[in-house]
């Protein structure tokens, strides 16, 4: 998705969306296990059965019109869980390299809402209610460097790609039967456990 200059967190601007369902389409939205598990809450299905039915390849599945697979009729049929990149839109957020955070718009032909400059990208991306979908991406982002640094070290095993460590469902489930403790019911807590048990696995099988 082309951007243009970076823009800081206090750089002036807004955007009023017009409902065109533009932002909708020919996008490729990758999703976390984060995401996953807020869309599948929001269906009333599993993790596992959210991927299957609605992934393909990591990224929400499209029709044959390139549009998302949760576009309805009446626009976005999964809005109060809608995917941080969908959130931002028309902005995109970069982690640089020194830690820092960037933003920048996306080439404005790409979307036909109403841009203007009435606040500041920080008001645009708290009325979108990004912040635990930023919580959430930067520390699955934090978890795979730390995962690249094992595969490294350890001369590149795979395991730690299964895709079974990145189902949220999945893996507390296992840690439920092994702990007997009941995993808790709020989409963040549990996202903060899988987590921890990703933490663990790196470490059990790596160390």
Not at 48 to 75: H, P, S, W
Not at 130 to 148: E, K, Q, S, T, V
Request: include cysteine; charge should be negative; aromatic fraction near 8%.
């Amino acid at each position: 998705m082309p951007q243009v200059a970076a823009m800081r967190a206090d750089t002036p601007f807004s955007y009023q969306c017009t409902r065109c369902n533009s932002c909708c389409t020919g996008k490729r939205i990758q999703v976390n296990p984060y995401e996953i598990a807020r869309l599948a809450r929001n269906r009333g299905i599993s993790t596992a059965e959210l991927r299957d039915r609605f992934t393909d390849d990591g990224a929400l599945k499209q029709d044959d019109a390139d549009a998302c697979v949760f576009l309805g009729e009446q626009g976005c049929s999964v809005h109060p869980d809608r995917p941080l990149v969908c959130r931002l839109f028309p902005l995109g957020r970069t982690i640089l390299a020194d830690g820092s955070v960037s933003y920048g718009e996306v080439d404005r032909s790409w979307a036909r809402g109403h841009f203007g400059t009435g606040g500041v990208v920080m008001d645009y991306v708290e009325a979108q209610g990004a912040a635990p979908f930023i919580h959430a991406a930067d520390a699955y982002f934090g978890w795979f460097l730390r995962a690249h640094d094992v595969l490294e070290s350890e001369g590149g095993n795979g395991a730690v790609h299964d895709d079974d460590w990145l189902d949220i469902d999945t893996q507390l489930a296992a840690w439920a039967a092994a702990t007997g403790d009941d995993p808790p019911a709020d989409v963040d807590a549990r996202m903060r456990l899988h987590l921890s048990i990703l933490d663990q696995k790196l470490g059990d099988d790596h160390g």
